[in-house]
C-alpha cells in the first residue's frame, strides 16, 4: 500500500502537519514511498523532498485540483520532467484564469501526468482523449465505489485506493475542526460535517488500510503498480539564470567584460590600477564559470531605470557590481571579500538586493514584470499563524467577544514566538509580568492549548518584500505562479525554496532613507543652494563624522536607533570604517563582544585569540564582527575550503541549523586541532562564532548601508531643515513625528505651523525654518490636500470663508485645519472659536436648507459673538490632538508647574548627576525588550523632555512592576539611578510614576 493522496498543513486551513511531520510518521509506520497531493498548490514541494531524503522515503510528487464551477475533482502525480513542468501549468491557469475548467485544462497539459478522479464522467472523456487515468475510491466500498469499480471495468481502467488524509493521528480532527471554523470565520458550534473532512482522514498503517479494502485486494495490488511507475522523485536542482539578449547578438560573457572595464574607468579614471584589473580579471572568471554573467546584466538593466539606488548585500563585494553602478561602495578600498557572494564551490544561488526609494520602488518593479511578462513573478511569503493571531482566531471561533479576545491579545508581547511555545504554553503566559492579576479563568486554558496546535501552521500566502524571479523559458515550466490581491504574479514557493530549487532572485527594495536624501537635495536646489552630487563624498566631511562620533544622528538612516546612538557615543569615534564595525557588531548574541570592543578601541590592551587569526581580524580588534569573519576564521584555523566555510555561515541563521551544526564544529575542532590550537582556544573561537547564531551582517551589506548613513547624516549636520522635513515627509524611520519634531527644534529649526497659503503637502525647510506640511494634518485627504494647494496658484485664500467656499473641506477637515492653525495667519486676532464659530454656521445653514445646494455656500445671517479669550493650554491640547505634536514648543512645557513642584532635573542636566538617584520626567517614544541570560524579560525605553532624550533601562523586576502602564499617551515620572558607560549616559528606573493632568 502506497498513500496516493495525502494533505499536510500547505492545503490551508484544512491539513493540520507539516511534510515533516508526516514523513516521519509514514516512515514510523512503515511506508517506502509517499505522494503529498497538496489542493491547488506545490507550497510544500521542497520541504517534502528535503524530509523524505531525510527519512529515506521515496517522493512521489503531485496535487490535488479542484474546479470550484463543477465540483470536479482530480489528483494528478508526475511521472517525469514533463509531467512537472504540465502540473505546473495546470495550477498556473487554475489561479490565474478568471474561469477555470477543469476537463479541459487536464485535457491540454496531461502528458507526463497520472490523474486520478472519482468522477465517471471525467474518466469516460480523459479515457478516450488517451491520458493516463485512473479510478480512485478514498472510502469503503458502498454503492458509490461499486458504480465507480463497474466503470473502471468497462473501460480497462485501474481502479486506486487512495484514503485522503489530512492530519496524521486522530486526535487531530480537533484542530482540523478549529482551523476550519477559522476559515469560515464561524463559531465551532456552528461547524457542520459537511465542512469539515472525516474524522478517520488521517495516515494509518499500511495493514489497517489492508484491512479496510480487504474485499478489494486488487484495487491495493493496482495502488502498488501506478506507484511504481512514479519515478519521477523532484525537478532539477541546476540554476536558473535570467536571460540576457543583446542587440549586438553579443554573448552575456563578453558583453558584461565590456561593460565592466567601461564602468571601472568612469569610477578610477581610464589608467586603470593593476589592483583594478586584476580584481576584476578575477571576478570576471569566477562569474563565467558560474554562468553569472547574465544576472549581473540584467541586475545593470534594472538599477539604470532609477538614480539613486542602494546595491547592498554581499554582491556589494563585487568590483564588477561597483563597476556597473549595481554599487556604490568601493570594494577595493574597504576589503571587502569577495568571496562571500561568489566562490566557485557555492552551490546555492547568491542573490543582489537593491533598494530604490521607498515610494518608486513598485514603479520600477512593475517595469521590470512587464519587460518579462510571463517569465517573472514574485517570490511569496508564507503567512503561518503566530502566537497573538493564534490566540485571537481560536477565542473567535470558541465564541469570545473582542473585547474579552483584546484583554489578553493587547498585553502579548511582540517578541513572543513560536519557540518560546515548546513548553507549557498556557504557564508561560501565566509568568509574564504582562498578565499580571489575570487568572485566565475558562474557557482560556482550553483556548491556549488548542492555539498552541496551530502556531506556525500556514494560513495564507502574501507577497514577498521585494525577491523577483525572471527564468529563461516561461515561468509556470518551472513552479506554479498565482496572482496575489493586488495584480502582481508571484511563486507558490518562499525563498529559501525558491533557492532550494535554483531560481536566483533579485531583491528590489524600498528604502525609505533614499526618499529621504531624495527630497532633502531637491529642497535644497528649490532652494537655490547648489548641490552637486556627482563627486559628493560626505564620508571625508570632518563636521559629520564629530556629529556621528556623538551619536546626534536621529533621523539618519540605519545608525538612528537607541543602542547604535550609544554605541557611537561610546567608540567616540565617527569615520566610515568605524561606523561599518559599529553598525555591524550590535546584534543580539553579541552583547558580551561589544563591550570588550569598545574596551579595545578605546585603547585598552589585547592578544589576537589565536596567531593565525591575526590579519584575518585585525581591522576589528581581534573580534568576529561581520559574517565573512566566520568564513574567513573557518578557512585560516581548520583548513576549510571557501565553499564549506560558507556553508558553516550560511548555517547558522537556518532554523534546523542543531543538527548540522554539531557536524561542522566536529570538523572545525579537528581541523584546528590539526593546526596545532589548543582545546581552550578552539571553544573560546568557537564561542564567537557562535554569536553569529540568527541575524547578522556581511561587511559588504554594512558599507553599502554606512555609505547612506553618511549621506544622511551630513545633510542633518549641514541642512538640518531641508533634511529634518524630508525625515518627516518620507514617514521617519525608527521614530515618530513627534520625536523628529523635537529633535528639529533641539538642533535650532524653527516649526511652523501648517498654513493654507503656504504649505505643501510635504513639510519644506528654508534657511533653519520648517513649515509643517498639509499632510501631516488629522483627518486632511491627500485629495483634500491636492485641491489647497491647487486652488491658491490661481488666488491666494484671503479668509476662512473664501477657503470654504472654494475647496469645500469635510467638516472633520475643516476643524482639524483650523486646530492645527492653519487659519491664523488669515485671521491674526480671533481666536480659534471664533473660526470654528465661522464653520458650525455654515454647517448650520446648510441644515437648515435640508441639504438643498452645497455644505459651504451661503451662511445663516447670525450676528458673531463674542468669545472670551482662549485658554492657551485648551488651545495646545487642541493642536496636539489635530497633529499629534506642538509647534513652537515641546509638550512637557504643558506639565512645567505640576513638575517645579516634584523637583525633577532635565535631561540635558543628567551627565551631572551620575551615580545619584534622581526624578525625572518624559515622554516614552520608542522601546525594545530583551532577555537575561536566564530568559526573564527586560527593557531598554527611551523618553524625552523639552531639552533632550532620556535612555533608560527596565531591568527585569521593574519591568514586571510597570510595564502595564507604560504607553505612550501621558508623561511619566522616572525615579532611578544615573549610571554612565564609556561616556554614554542612562538611568536604571526602580519606580514609575503616570502624570494624569497638565496644568
Not at 566555510?645 to 532554523?655: F, N, P, Q
Request: net charge positive.
Amino acid at each position: 500500500m502506497v498513500p496516493l493522496s495525502v494533505h499536510s498543513y500547505y492545503s490551508l486551513m484544512w491539513g493540520t502537519c507539516s511534510p515533516e511531520k508526516i514523513c516521519a510518521a509514514a516512515k514510523k509506520r512503515g511506508y517506502r514511498r509517499l505522494a503529498i497531493t497538496d489542493t491547488n498548490n506545490l507550497y510544500g514541494l521542497w520541504s517534502f523532498l528535503k524530509s523524505c531524503k531525510r527519512e529515506n522515503i521515496t517522493p512521489i510528487v503531485g496535487a490535488e485540483l479542484t474546479d470550484s464551477e463543477t465540483g470536479y475533482r482530480a489528483v494528478c502525480l508526475v511521472k517525469n520532467d514533463q509531467g512537472y513542468r504540465n502540473l505546473c501549468r495546470i495550477l498556473t491557469r487554475r489561479h490565474v484564469d478568471a474561469v477555470f475548467d477543469l476537463k479541459s485544462v487536464i485535457l491540454t497539459h496531461a502528458r507526463g501526468l497520472v490523474i486520478i478522479t472519482q468522477h465517471p464522467e471525467l474518466l469516460t472523456q480523459w479515457h478516450e482523449a488517451g491520458l493516463a487515468v485512473a479510478a480512485a475510491v478514498s472510502g469503503k466500498p458502498d454503492g458509490a465505489a461499486f458504480r465507480l469499480r463497474k466503470t473502471s471495468r468497462y473501460l480497462g481502467l485501474p481502479m486506486l485506493f487512495t484514503p485522503g488524509s489530512f492530519f496524521t493521528d486522530p486526535d487531530d480532527f480537533k484542530t482540523h475542526r478549529v482551523l476550519r471554523a477559522i476559515d469560515l470565520n464561524i463559531s465551532l458550534s456552528r461547524l457542520t460535517v459537511e465542512e469539515t473532512t472525516s474524522p478517520d482522514a488521517w495516515l494509518a498503517t499500511a495493514s489497517e488500510y489492508t484491512r479496510r479494502f480487504a474485499i478489494w485486494p486488487d484495487v491495493l495490488r493496482a495502488t502498488e503498480a501506478i506507484a511504481e511507475q512514479l519515478t519521477f522523485t523532484g525537478p532539477c536542482r541546476g540554476l536558473v539564470m535570467p536571460p540576457w539578449t543583446d542587440i549586438q547578438s553579443n554573448g552575456a560573457d563578453q558583453t558584461l567584460r565590456a561593460a565592466a572595464y567601461k564602468g571601472a574607468r568612469k569610477r578610477y579614471g581610464d589608467d586603470l590600477s593593476e589592483t583594478v584589473v586584476d580584481r576584476l580579471e578575477h571576478e570576471l572568471h569566477i562569474i563565467k564559470e558560474m554562468g553569472f554573467s547574465s544576472y549581473f546584466l540584467v541586475v545593470q538593466d534594472i538599477v539604470s531605470r532609477s538614480p539613486r539606488i542602494c546595491g547592498r548585500g554581499s554582491g556589494a563585494a563585487s568590483l564588477i557590481a561597483y563597476s556597473l553602478g549595481i554599487t556604490n561602495v568601493c570594494p577595493i578600498k574597504h576589503n571587502l571579500y569577495f568571496e562571500r557572494f561568489l566562490n566557485p564551490g557555492r552551490s546555492d544561488p547568491p542573490d543582489i538586493d537593491i533598494d530604490f526609494a521607498w515610494d518608486e520602488r513598485d514603479k520600477i518593479l512593475q517595469s521590470v514584470l512587464d519587460q518579462y511578462k510571463g517569465h517573472a513573478a514574485l517570490i511569496c511569503n508564507h503567512i503561518t499563524f503566530r502566537p497573538r493571531m493564534a490566540i485571537r482566531e481560536v477565542a473567535k471561533v470558541f465564541g469570545l467577544t473582542e473585547r474579552e479576545i483584546g484583554r489578553v491579545t493587547k498585553h502579548l508581547p511582540w517578541f513572543w514566538r513560536k519557540d518560546h511555545t515548546k513548553e507549557d504554553f498556557l504557564q508561560k503566559l501565566k509568568q509574564l509580568p504582562e498578565f499580571s492579576g489575570f487568572d485566565f479563568p475558562e474557557p482560556w486554558p482550553k483556548i491556549v492549548r488548542t492555539a498552541r496546535h496551530i502556531i506556525g501552521v500556514p494560513r495564507y500566502i502574501s507577497v514577498h518584500p521585494g525577491g523577483v524571479v525572471i527564468t529563461p523559458e516561461p515561468i509556470d515550466n518551472y513552479v506554479p505562479v498565482e496572482l496575489a490581491p493586488k495584480g502582481v504574479p508571484i511563486i507558490q514557493w518562499e525563498k529559501d525554496a525558491a533557492e532550494e530549487s535554483g531560481l536566483v532572485k533579485i531583491d528590489l527594495l524600498g528604502n525609505r532613507s533614499l526618499g529621504v536624501i531624495r527630497d532633502a537635495v531637491a529642497n535644497l536646489r528649490d532652494n537655490g543652494t547648489e548641490f552637486d552630487e556627482q563627486f559628493w563624498e560626505p564620508e571625508d566631511d570632518g563636521a559629520t563624522q564629530a556629529n556621528v562620533a556623538k551619536g546626534n544622528t536621529i533621523g539618519c538612516f540605519y545608525i538612528e536607533s537607541p543602542a547604535m546612538r550609544m554605541l557611537q557615543k561610546k567608540t567616540k569615534v565617527g569615520d566610515f570604517e568605524h561606523l561599518v564595525i559599529n553598525s555591524s557588531i550590535i546584534r543580539p548574541a553579541a552583547n558580551e563582544f561589544i563591550r570588550e570592543y569598545v574596551r579595545r578601541l578605546r585603547g585598552g590592551r589585547w592578544e589576537s585569540i589565536h596567531p593565525l587569526l591575526s590579519d584575518v581580524l585585525e581591522e576589528t580588534y581581534g573580534i568576529m564582527v561581520y559574517q565573512e569573519d566566520v568564513s574567513k576564521t573557518a578557512v585560516a584555523l581548520a583548513g576549510f575550503s571557501h565553499a564549506d566555510a560558507d556553508g558553516l555561515r550560511k548555517i547558522m541563521s537556518k532554523k534546523d541549523k542543531i543538527r548540522k551544526l554539531d557536524d561542522y564544529h566536529a570538523r572545525f575542532t579537528a581541523g584546528a586541532q590539526a593546526k596545532g590550537v589548543g582545546n581552550d582556544q578552539i571553544a573560546a573561537i568557537w564561542n564567537m562564532m557562535m554569536s553569529f547564531s540568527g541575524y547578522s551582517f556581511c561587511k559588504p551589506h554594512s558599507a553599502s548601508y554606512a555609505r547612506v548613513s553618511f549621506q544622511a547624516a551630513y545633510l542633518k549636520t549641514h541642512y538640518p531643515a531641508e533634511f529634518m522635513a524630508a525625515v518627516i515627509s518620507n514617514h521617519g524611520g525608527f521614530y515618530s513625528t513627534f520625536a523628529y519634531v523635537s529633535e528639529a527644534r533641539r538642533m535650532g529649526v524653527k516649526i511652523l505651523p501648517p498654513d493654507v497659503n503656504n504649505s505643501n503637502i510635504l513639510w519644506k525647510g528654508r534657511d533653519g525654518i520648517i513649515r509643517v506640511g498639509l499632510s501631516s494634518v488629522k483627518n486632511v485627504s491627500s485629495e483634500t490636500g491636492k485641491r489647497i494647494v491647487s486652488g491658491r496658484k490661481e488666488k491666494p485664500y484671503n479668509d476662512i470663508v473664501d477657503f470654504l467656499d472654494r475647496i469645500q473641506p469635510a467638516r472633520p477637515e475643516a476643524r482639524s485645519l483650523v486646530n492645527a492653525g492653519a487659519f491664523d495667519l488669515l485671521h491674526p486676532k480671533e481666536n480659534r472659536a471664533a473660526l470654528l464659530w465661522e464653520l458650525a454656521c455654515r454647517q448650520k445653514s446648510r441644515s437648515s436648507r435640508n441639504g438643498a445646494g452645497d455644505l459651504f455656500n451661503g451662511r445663516m445671517d447670525v450676528p458673531k459673538p463674542a468669545f472670551p479669550p482662549e485658554k492657551k493650554i485648551e488651545r495646545l491640547r487642541q493642536e496636539f490632538a489635530a497633529l499629534g505634536f506642538l509647534c513652537d514648543q515641546h509638550p512637557m512645557m504643558l506639565y512645567a508647574d505640576t513638575l517645579k513642584k516634584r523637583k525633577t532635573v532635565k535631561a540635558m542636566d543628567l551627565h551631572r548627576f551620575i551615580g545619584r538617584q534622581v526624578r525625572i520626567a518624559g515622554l516614552l517614544i520608542t522601546g525594545k525588550v530583551v532577555h537575561t541570560k536566564h530568559g526573564d524579560p527586560m527593557e531598554f525605553l527611551t523618553f524625552e523632555d523639552d531639552t533632550g532624550l532620556i535612555e533608560t533601562i527596565f531591568f527585569p523586576k521593574a519591568y514586571r512592576r510597570f510595564c502595564g502602564i507604560l504607553d505612550r499617551s501621558r508623561p511619566f515620572i522616572l525615579h532611578g539611578k544615573v549610571e554612565e558607560d564609556f561616556g554614554a549616559v542612562t538611568m536604571t528606573v526602580n519606580r514609575v510614576e503616570a502624570i494624569d493632568v497638565a496644568g
